[in-house]
């Protein structure tokens, strides 16, 4: 563990995240039986963390100062070790593409978005979604993160809306190229509406970096294109 400059605050290196939650990449693994195990240990972890939770409250109640704290410090060291609480302490300082949890991040979006009812039923938090998304709309990633982050962007245009996917028009942006439009470009000619839709829409947006993606803008460009089905998004 090291102290960030900037921030004051300890920083974990990558050995302590992967000692926390290497495990986690179990989850977006194509073997059912691996990604059963990561889904055991992840149940497991939230057991720990609830059970550090309850000591917490029990502590508050007999209202006992140093009970509390020591209560407190252990439910944040539980949260470390799970999803998604393992991901809520980055440091508001440092580089996103400098943070040792960004592979961690990117697996939690990953899960999401290749498995979202798993997702949804074991580790459910729109708020950390939306939250990650805009944080790694950066445009100064290393090559590895700029192609899996187009590779999520292409999975969200094939897939029917989930919240906050709108987010994901953010990082469209910060990683644009010409693999990612050619992605985009495949999926405006797929057999699925959506996808056709959703695809075109994003493309739209990328050749007009001006304008904001608000539902008022989604609901115009529908209304431009009357061949495509209205869909709220």
Known sequence: ???????????????????????????IASDPAER?????????????????????????????????????RNYLEALRYSLPGGLWDRPTGPDISMWPGLPYALCFLEWEARYPHEWTRHAKSWGTKES????????????????????????????????????????ARAVDSRDLRSRLERAACAGDPWAQRHARYVLWL????????????????????????????
């Open 1 to 27: 563990m090291k102290r960030d400059a900037d921030t004051g605050v300890n920083v974990d290196g990558a050995d302590v995240w992967h000692e926390r939650l290497g495990w986690t990449f179990g989850l």
């Open 36 to 72: 059963a195990a990561a889904l055991v240990r992840l149940a497991e972890a939230e057991r720990n963390t609830q059970d550090a939770w309850n000591r917490y409250n029990r502590a508050w109640r007999r209202r006992y100062p140093l009970g509390r704290q020591a209560a407190r």
């Open 132 to 171: 990650l998304i805009r944080d790694v709309a950066a445009a100064h990633h290393d090559e590895t993160v700029r192609r899996k982050l187009v590779e999520l962007i292409e999975t969200i245009v094939q897939r029917p809306y989930r919240c906050k996917d709108r987010e994901y028009v953010r990082v």
């Open 206 to 233: 990328l050749d007009r970096p001006e304008v904001p993606n608000t539902r008022h803008v989604w609901q115009t460009w529908l209304a431009a294109h009357p061949e495509r089905k209205h869909q709220l998004m």
